[in-house]
């Protein structure tokens, strides 16, 4: 009944810039905490990003300075800004929340690939 739509993904060059949408409806009430994990074939998926209600943020050691993750609680979408992307970058990245009752839910993923 909880749905994560994610927009925003796709190819880009190295240095480049993307952001990433993702929008929940459903009954889940008020999402806590929302955030981006990303993984590589082989690899454990791992936390990008995440944001709480009150807008507090954790990020990666790996992507600390270049991706700024932000919220619309209004609108319950979660945004992941990402600037100098890296071909370790490449992954699929997949949007995450976390409702009040500590339910989680997951989006399908979306590629990010960055070339050069």
């Known amino acids: 009944q909880v749905t994560l739509v994610e927009s925003g993904g796709g190819l880009v060059q190295a240095g480049g810039s993307l952001r990433l949408s993702c929008a929940a409806s459903?009954?889940?009430?008020?999402?806590?905490?929302m955030g981006w994990y990303r993984q590589v074939q082989g690899k454990q998926r791992e936390l990008v990003a995440t944001i709480t209600r009150g807008s507090t943020t954790n990020y990666a050691d790996s992507v600390k300075g270049r991706f700024t993750i932000s919220r619309d609680n209004a609108k319950n979408t979660v945004y992941l800004q990402m600037n100098n992307l890296k071909p370790e970058d490449t992954a699929v990245y997949y949007c995450?929340?976390?409702?009040?009752?500590?339910?989680?839910?997951w989006g399908k993923g979306t590629l990010v690939t960055v070339s050069s």
């Open positions: 459903g009954s889940m009430f008020s999402p806590n905490i």
């Open positions: 995450h929340v976390k409702n009040d009752y500590a339910m989680d839910y």
